[in-house]
């Protein structure tokens, strides 16, 4: 998968428009569209700033990492310490959502990788 569309795959799993990641980026929605067309390169720091936003490494965003090898495994347990039982329903209910929006996820990343 190209830079592009790593960052267009990241910007639609994350729920956002091209214009709203640029406008964290402080950058020109077209940059966003460029970027993700692969029809523009992008500078170092942009790339961090990418990265830092998505909380990938700069490495997944150029190709050379997998996804999944940065998640930590027990991320989900050291987070869940000191919450309170409401604060752990929620969690729940965020993780049902999740669960029920995974098909339409799993379709996104194949239309992606389809594109290669």
Do not use: C, H, Y
């Given at each position: 998968m190209s830079?592009?569309?790593?960052?267009?795959?990241?910007?639609?799993?994350?729920?956002?428009?091209?214009?709203?990641?640029?406008?964290?980026?402080?950058?020109?929605?077209?940059?966003?569209?460029?970027?993700?067309?692969?029809?523009?390169?992008?500078?170092?720091?942009?790339?961090?700033?990418?990265?830092?936003?998505?909380?990938?490494p700069t490495d997944y965003l150029l190709g050379r990492e997998n996804e999944n090898s940065f998640i930590p495994e027990n991320l989900a347990f050291d987070n869940l310490e000191g919450l309170t039982d409401e604060d752990l329903q929620k969690v729940n209910e965020y993780i049902s959502i999740i669960k029920r929006h995974r098909e339409e996820i799993d379709k996104i990343e194949k239309e992606f990788q389809g594109d290669e």
């Open positions: 830079l592009g569309k790593r960052i267009a795959f990241l910007r639609k799993k994350t729920g956002i428009s091209q214009t709203e990641l640029a406008n964290k980026l402080k950058v020109s929605p077209s940059s966003v569209a460029m970027w993700e067309t692969d029809q523009r390169a992008l500078k170092d720091d942009t790339l961090v700033r990418l990265a830092d936003f998505f909380n990938v």
